[in-house]
């Protein structure tokens, strides 16, 4: 398939936007087509990009915060790509805001391209498709920012997408704490203190979350995570806050801790894949789940799709 596929995603390269935003509606519409797993095993052994997710409480201000670090990158002549997680319509099960309204660029630029995409019933913050939008934009572009909906203590699927994971703490907010205390303090690489113009409810905030930080177990990791004042409205520590990125993803370089943490994250795909389409008597029968070498989680997945299929024709799967 990567054969297959690679001629495609070159192709898909030099479409510009109408291409990605054409592949993007068909992978969302078809994603078990023959030809878009092609394309994914494809994107799948190329990866390019850093990827970024910003988390946090609703109003924290991700978006304005997300909108000046693509413009920093941007100006440094970094592609962007960006996938703005936003809740779903009960209805049509789409996105219901357009963050692009919320993440602010330049409707010209080529350099940048926007996706919105539905979170569905993930209470994590990203549905499958996302993580296969993720992998295929990763192969496109310099960055990818992945952006998730913000709905509380449960947001934490970005760390099976993202490698570098930026959690946005607002100043005076009892909430944000709780949020942190809740589970997700282990999950950030950075964290940013958001309207750190504040003067002092904002340094109050910064100590608050290294206080609590300190009693995170992040499990013996050598990184140790910088809590960073910003004021993205004022240009204010967003250099250093793009530093800070930059140096972790220099870190994930040493000791294969990045091609580490994708395996894993394909892993988690996987398997929460095979849980979704066939429930957890499917996941019971399909066993041991790996990855084989040289292969791509969409690829295992496409194969354990095919075992299980024909096993529930012979003994159909009951929950």
């Known amino acids: 398939m990567k054969a297959a596929g690679a001629a495609p995603l070159a192709s898909l390269a030099a479409g510009g936007k109408i291409a990605l935003a054409a592949a993007l509606a068909a992978l969302e519409h078809s994603p078990d087509d023959a030809g878009i797993l092609a394309l994914l095993d494809a994107a799948y052994a190329t990866p390019r990009a850093q990827v970024v997710g910003v988390t946090g409480p609703p109003g924290v201000g991700k978006s304005t915060l997300s909108s000046a670090l693509i413009a920093l990158w941007r100006?440094?002549?970094?592609?962007?790509?960006?996938?703005?997680?936003?809740?779903?319509?009960?209805?049509?099960?789409?996105?219901?805001?357009?963050?692009?309204?919320?993440?602010?660029?330049?409707?010209?630029?080529?350099?940048?391209f926007v996706r919105s995409m539905a979170a569905r019933d993930k209470l994590g913050g990203l549905a499958s498709l996302s993580i296969s939008a993720m992998v295929l934009m990763r192969a496109l572009f310099d960055v990818v920012l992945v952006e998730t909906v913000g709905v509380g203590q449960s947001e934490t699927d970005v760390a099976g997408a993202a490698d570098t994971i930026l959690l946005c703490v607002q100043p005076g907010s009892g909430d944000s704490l709780q949020f942190m205390k809740a589970g997700i303090v282990e999950i950030p690489h950075i964290i940013a203190v958001t309207k750190g113009d504040l003067g002092a409810i904002a340094d109050q905030a910064r100590r608050e979350a290294v206080a609590v930080l300190s009693h995170g177990d992040r499990g013996g990791g050598e990184w140790l995570v910088p809590v960073l004042m910003v004021s993205a409205l004022r240009q204010e520590g967003?250099?250093?806050?793009?530093?800070?990125?930059?140096?972790?993803?220099?870190?994930?370089?040493?000791?294969?801790?990045?091609?580490?943490?994708?395996?894993?994250?394909?892993?988690?795909?996987?398997?929460?894949?095979?849980?979704?389409?066939?429930?957890?008597?499917?996941?019971?029968?399909?066993?041991?789940?790996?990855?084989?070498?040289?292969?791509?989680?969409?690829?295992?997945?496409?194969?354990?799709?095919?075992?299980?299929?024909?096993q529930s024709v012979a003994a159909p799967i009951r929950e």
Not at 77 to 106: E, N, Q, Y
Not at 277 to 302: H, K, N, V, Y
């Open 238 to 310: 967003t250099a250093d806050l793009l530093a800070a990125i930059d140096a972790h993803w220099r870190w994930l370089a040493e000791a294969d801790r990045l091609s580490s943490l994708r395996r894993a994250q394909a892993a988690r795909w996987l398997t929460e894949s095979v849980r979704e389409r066939f429930g957890r008597a499917g996941l019971m029968r399909a066993g041991e789940i790996t990855i084989a070498s040289g292969e791509s989680p969409f690829g295992a997945m496409e194969r354990l799709t095919k075992s299980l299929r024909a």
């Open 75 to 112: 100006s440094g002549g970094k592609s962007v790509g960006v996938i703005a997680v936003d809740p779903s319509s009960r209805i049509s099960g789409g996105a219901l805001l357009g963050d692009r309204t919320r993440i602010r660029t330049d409707p010209a630029d080529g350099g940048v």
